[in-house]
């Protein structure tokens, strides 16, 4: 990354010319190596909290956060070159054509300074943002992201739809949930094990995109008594939007979630797909993987 390009963006943490180095690892699919003289995808990493600060975004002493510092190493595996950042001024047209996907870690109405106090994005940043990822960029949201722009009344907020769901309740407490993967071809899906049942922060959802590919069901079943009694429902997808490319996942909330092997495969599977660095199909599948979510 050029040095001078992270001069101009003083909202970007010092140690952005470190992971720009880090994450041009000699790694394409994981596992396999890149192609000789391919270039690193650029991931902008946002999370800035309009609402509550989940620890897992939360810088402490100026230390990168846990997540940070875990897509650090992701980059490394992965051909993936990582910018943080929490200032919403970096949404411009000009500043997102630089990114190949964005990777979101938020909560709130990011157009308010909100809880954090970080600089928040303008309506036109965030319409500059949806137009970039219609026409092509990526796009992943972790967790929060789905608690992000929330919606008014029946009137889905645009980055909802851009999202594919939002959230509707917290589960209460932490829970152990089973995922049961739903499209092993999709990248890093098919690294999870039928009994991979992290212990998370679980959300359900309200206004699913018809237009979903579920990659994991989450099995209701295997949650403790009384913590939900629903049917099983999606909990990781991607979808097309536009010409772009979508991915969101509801996990992440816990470190133990972060640390975990199978969590980031699903995730780096996810952001090489969003950011063309590998391909799957995904077409709609929401009525036939989860017909109590779809709806009449």
Same mark, same amino acid.
């Given at each position: @990354?050029?040095?001078?390009?992270?001069?101009?963006?003083?909202?970007?943490?010092?140690?952005?010319?470190?992971?720009?180095?880090?994450?041009?690892?000699?790694?394409?699919?994981?596992?396999?190596?890149?192609?000789?003289?391919?270039?690193?995808?650029?991931?902008?990493?946002?999370?800035?909290? &309009?609402?509550?600060?989940?620890?897992?975004?939360?810088?402490?002493?100026?230390?990168?956060?846990?997540?940070?510092?875990?897509?650090?190493?992701?980059?490394?595996?992965?051909?993936?070159?990582?910018?943080?950042?929490?200032?919403?001024?970096?949404?411009?047209?000009?500043?997102?054509?630089?990114?190949?996907?964005?990777?979101?870690?938020?909560?709130?109405?990011?157009?308010?300074?909100?809880?954090?106090?970080?600089?928040?994005?303008?309506?036109?940043?965030?319409?500059?943002?949806?137009?970039?990822?219609?026409?092509?960029?990526?796009?992943?949201?972790?967790?929060?992201?789905?608690?992000?722009?929330?919606?008014?009344?029946?009137?889905?907020?645009?980055?909802?739809? @851009?999202?594919?769901?939002?959230?509707?309740?917290?589960?209460?407490?932490?829970? &152990?949930?089973?995922?049961?993967?739903?499209?092993?071809?999709?990248?890093?899906?098919?690294?999870?094990?039928?009994?991979?049942?992290?212990?998370?922060?679980?959300?359900?959802?309200?206004?699913?995109?018809?237009?979903?590919?579920?990659?994991?069901?989450?099995?209701?079943?295997?949650?403790?008594?009384?913590?939900?009694?629903?049917?099983?429902?999606? &909990?990781?997808?991607?979808?097309?939007?536009?010409?772009?490319?979508?991915?969101?996942?509801? @996990?992440?909330?816990?470190?133990?979630?972060?640390?975990?092997?199978?969590?980031?495969?699903?995730?780096?599977?996810?952001?090489?797909?969003?950011?063309?660095?590998?391909?799957?199909?995904?077409?709609?599948?929401?009525?036939?993987?989860?017909?109590?979510?779809?709806?009449?």
């Amino acid at each position: @990354m050029n040095r001078g390009k992270i001069g101009r963006y003083g909202h970007v943490l010092a140690l952005v010319a470190a992971v720009a180095v880090l994450g041009l690892g000699p790694w394409g699919e994981a596992g396999e190596p890149a192609k000789a003289g391919a270039v690193a995808k650029q991931i902008l990493f946002y999370s800035k909290s &309009s609402e509550y600060e989940d620890t897992m975004v939360r810088r402490i002493n100026g230390r990168p956060s846990v997540a940070e510092r875990t897509l650090v190493d992701l980059g490394k595996e992965n051909h993936l070159t990582f910018t943080f950042t929490k200032d919403g001024s970096v949404f411009t047209a000009e500043k997102l054509a630089q990114y190949d996907a964005f990777c979101f870690f938020t909560s709130g109405d990011l157009t308010l300074w909100g809880y954090d106090h970080n600089p928040p994005m303008t309506a036109a940043g965030k319409a500059a943002l949806l137009a970039a990822i219609h026409n092509g960029k990526g796009f992943v949201g972790l967790h929060s992201a789905a608690n992000t722009f929330n919606s008014r009344g029946i009137e889905v907020d645009p980055f909802i739809a @851009m999202v594919g769901g939002e959230l509707l309740t917290r589960v209460r407490g932490l829970e &152990s949930a089973r995922q049961i993967a739903v499209d092993t071809n999709f990248p890093g899906i098919g690294a999870v094990p039928a009994d991979f049942a992290p212990v998370d922060e679980w959300y359900t959802f309200r206004n699913y995109s018809t237009n979903l590919h579920v990659l994991l069901l989450q099995d209701t079943g295997s949650m403790g008594r009384g913590s939900y009694y629903g049917p099983s429902y999606p &909990s990781t997808w991607a979808q097309r939007y536009g010409e772009g490319r979508v991915f969101y996942t509801s @996990m992440g909330h816990e470190e133990a979630v972060w640390h975990s092997r199978t969590f980031q495969q699903i995730l780096a599977g996810g952001l090489k797909w969003a950011a063309r660095d590998a391909e799957a199909e995904v077409p709609p599948n929401l009525k036939t993987t989860a017909p109590q979510a779809a709806g009449p």
